[in-house]
């Protein structure tokens, strides 16, 4: 009897495993609604809140989720900052879902707070990464002037790669 049972977990289990396959998961929430999402981040002065509402219109959109404590969200944050020129006519939500605190440090070393184009906030409902399926960090998401999504990016991508993607050249 014992043998039988295990037999079934085992095919229980293996069916389980299949059934869970990316061809058969439903499509992804940002694929089906391809406008920018309605989020809603704790800012950091802790009192207010980013909405879809705060972004400017008619802009490009760079949606940055990252980790303060992940080294390649350090590095395309700093590769970003270095050519900030370019990014001049984009607007850039840098969204986090670590501790306050670790995002107010972030904030402040960076200077975010110096660029009046980009807004961070807290995601303390865990929104986005369930909403894009996100595997690794830093996740880049980009929308055109009209708030549509373009295109998304797993892990660092130079500049060029991210601006060629805004005007939907490839390389």
């Known amino acids: 009897m014992k043998g039988v049972l295990i037999a079934a977990l085992g095919l229980f289990s293996l069916y389980s495993v299949q059934a869970q396959t990316p061809s058969t998961l439903p499509e992804a929430p940002y694929l089906k609604n391809p406008g920018f999402p309605p989020i809603r981040l704790l800012q950091v002065d802790s009192v207010h809140f980013v909405t879809k509402d705060d972004i400017k219109k008619n802009h490009k959109i760079l949606l940055m989720f990252f980790s303060p404590e992940c ?8 590769d970003i900052l270095a050519d900030f020129s370019k990014f001049k006519d984009i607007e850039i939500v840098m969204a ?6 670790e995002m107010k440090t972030f ?3 960076y200077r975010i707070g110096d660029h009046s184009n980009i807004l961070m906030g807290r995601d303390e409902k865990y929104m986005l990464p369930p909403f894009y399926r996100m595997k690794s960090l830093p ?3 980009l ?3 009209k708030g549509q999504f373009i295109t ?3 892990g660092n991508q130079k500049v060029d790669t991210i601006l060629n993607a805004f005007e939907g050249k490839t390389k």
């Not at 986090?96 to 605190?101: A, G, I, V, W």
């Open 71 to 78: 080294e390649h969200c350090k590095h395309q944050t700093s």
């Open 96 to 101: 986090t879902f670590q501790p306050f605190d």
């Open 107 to 109: 904030y402040t070393y």
């Open 139 to 141: 996740y880049l998401a």
């Open 143 to 145: 929308y055109d002037k």
């Open 152 to 154: 998304s990016f797993e």
